[in-house]
Nanobody, 131 residues
Framework: QVQLVESGGGLVQAGGSLRLSCAAS????????MGWFRQAPGKEREFVAV????????SYADSVKGRFFISRDNAKNIIYLQMNSLKVEDTAVYLC????????????????????????WGQGTQVTVSS
């Protein structure tokens, strides 16, 4: 069992930056692919970024590419999402998720699905970007 707890959300002006964290429990954290997703009011959950178990492979949604950066520290059981040049349309609840066992090619396909079947999900942290 893995528990995920997000933090770091808040209110920021457009153009600003935030860093989200997702702390994971469990001794097998380093074997999980980890992803960030977001959900705005009235909209479907959408993929933001994903990182493989070792941290050397990442993938991003086109809408955040070049502005957001995902990383992980397996020694601390934490993943991060550095968000720069924030836009009003980035406002959403940001959730982290963990997937164990699927090869990277499968993970890369899963994140594009409307309801990606990651094994574990956090409760989310609110990010609000004001104009």
């Amino acid at each position: 069992q893995v528990q995920l707890v997000e933090s770091g959300g808040g209110l920021v002006q457009a153009g600003g930056s935030l860093r989200l964290s997702c702390a994971a429990s469990g001794r097998t954290f380093s074997t999980y692919a980890m992803g960030w997703f977001r959900q705005a009011p009235g909209k479907e959950r959408e993929f933001v970024a994903v990182i493989n178990w070792s941290g050397d492979t990442t993938s991003y949604a086109d809408s955040v590419k070049g502005r957001f950066f995902i990383s992980r520290d397996n020694a601390k059981n934490i993943i991060y999402l550095q968000m720069n040049s924030l836009k009003v349309e980035d406002t959403a609840v940001y959730l982290c998720a963990a997937e164990n066992g699927a090869p990277w090619s499968t993970v890369a396909t899963m994140v594009a699905l409307p309801d990606p079947e990651f094994d574990y999900w956090g409760q989310g942290t609110q990010v609000t970007v004001s104009s």
